[in-house]
C-alpha cells in the first residue's frame, strides 16, 4: 500500500512538473508566434479593404470608394472663383434652353500642353455631344478673348447681355475665372464659372450641354 501511494504521488508530481513546463513553453515560444499571426492577419485584412476599396461597406452603406473620392474633392480645393456643383445645378437648371457655355481652352496644345490632356475625355467645344458649348480661347499672352464667336441670336434670345446666362470653363477653373471675368468687363452680367473636366463634380453637372 505504501508503495502504490509513493508511486501514486510521485505519478502525480511528475505529471504537475510536465504540465507546468507544457504551459511554460506555450507562453515563451508560442504565444508570442500567436500574436504576431493574428496582428499580419489584422494588417493584411486592413490592406485589403484599401486595394479593393468597392467591396467593403461602412455601416451607413456608402462604399469606401465614394467617401475617398469626397476626401479627395475636399483635400484638391477648388480654384479661386469656380461654382460648386450645387450652385452649378441651380444655375443650370434656371438657365434652360438659353444656357451658352463658353468653353475657354486652346485647340493649339503648344501653347496649352494642359488642353491637350483634357481634350482626350472632354472634346474641346464645338462637339455633337455639347450642343450649347462653343470654343471662345482665353489668350493668357493678350488677356483677350475674342467675344465675335458668340452667336448673337444665342445672346439675344437669352435677353441680351445682361440676363443671357453663361458658364465658361477651362480645364480646372483658372483661365475660366479670367474668361468670367473678361465677360463681365464686356457686359455679360450673368456669368458663372464652371471649372472643367478636371474638376469631376463640377463637369458632371453642364459637361453634356
Given at each position: 500500500?505504501?508503495?502504490?501511494?509513493?508511486?501514486?504521488?510521485?505519478?502525480?508530481?511528475?505529471?504537475?512538473?510536465?504540465?507546468?513546463?507544457?504551459?511554460?513553453?506555450?507562453?515563451?515560444?508560442?504565444?508570442?508566434?500567436?500574436?504576431?499571426?493574428?496582428?499580419?492577419?489584422?494588417?493584411?485584412?486592413?490592406?485589403?479593404?484599401?486595394?479593393?476599396?468597392?467591396?467593403?461597406?461602412?455601416?451607413?452603406?456608402?462604399?469606401?470608394?465614394?467617401?475617398?473620392?469626397?476626401?479627395?474633392?475636399?483635400a484638391m480645393e477648388?480654384?479661386?472663383?469656380?461654382?460648386?456643383?450645387?450652385?452649378?445645378?441651380?444655375?443650370?437648371?434656371?438657365?434652360?434652353?438659353?444656357l451658352i457655355v463658353?468653353?475657354?481652352?486652346?485647340?493649339?496644345?503648344?501653347?496649352?500642353?494642359?488642353?491637350?490632356?483634357?481634350?482626350?475625355?472632354?472634346?474641346?467645344?464645338?462637339?455633337?455631344?455639347?450642343?450649347?458649348?462653343?470654343?471662345?480661347?482665353?489668350?493668357?499672352?493678350?488677356?483677350?478673348?475674342?467675344?465675335?464667336?458668340?452667336?448673337?441670336?444665342?445672346?439675344?434670345?437669352?435677353?441680351?447681355?445682361?440676363?443671357?446666362?453663361?458658364?465658361?470653363?477651362?480645364?480646372?477653373?483658372?483661365?475660366?475665372?479670367?474668361?468670367?471675368?473678361?465677360?463681365?468687363?464686356?457686359?455679360?452680367?450673368?456669368?458663372?464659372?464652371?471649372?472643367?473636366?478636371?474638376?469631376?463634380?463640377?463637369?458632371k453637372v453642364f459637361?453634356?450641354?
Open positions: 500500500i505504501f508503495l502504490a501511494s509513493y508511486a501514486s504521488s510521485s505519478f502525480m508530481k511528475r505529471a504537475i512538473s510536465i504540465l507546468a513546463m507544457a504551459s511554460l513553453f506555450v507562453i515563451v515560444f508560442m504565444l508570442p508566434s500567436l500574436v504576431a499571426g493574428l496582428c499580419t492577419f489584422s494588417v493584411r485584412r486592413s490592406a485589403s479593404i484599401v486595394l479593393r476599396p468597392t467591396i467593403y461597406t461602412n455601416p451607413f452603406n456608402i462604399r469606401v470608394e465614394q467617401l475617398r473620392s469626397k476626401i479627395f474633392t475636399i477648388r480654384k479661386p472663383g469656380v461654382s460648386s456643383p450645387e450652385d452649378l445645378a441651380d444655375f443650370v437648371a434656371s438657365a434652360g434652353g438659353n463658353v468653353d475657354a481652352r486652346n485647340r493649339d496644345f503648344s501653347k496649352e500642353p494642359g488642353d491637350e490632356a483634357t481634350n482626350v475625355n472632354a472634346p474641346i467645344a464645338p462637339d455633337i455631344s455639347r450642343p450649347r458649348a462653343i470654343n471662345i480661347v482665353y489668350d493668357r499672352a493678350s488677356n483677350s478673348m475674342d467675344l465675335e464667336g458668340i452667336p448673337t441670336q444665342w445672346i439675344e434670345a437669352g435677353g441680351g447681355k445682361e440676363k443671357v446666362p453663361v458658364i465658361t470653363h477651362c480645364g480646372g477653373g483658372g483661365r475660366g475665372q479670367k474668361a468670367k471675368e473678361f465677360l463681365m468687363a464686356a457686359g455679360f452680367q450673368n456669368v458663372v464659372n464652371g471649372g472643367g473636366p478636371e474638376d469631376t463634380e463640377c463637369w459637361g453634356n450641354l
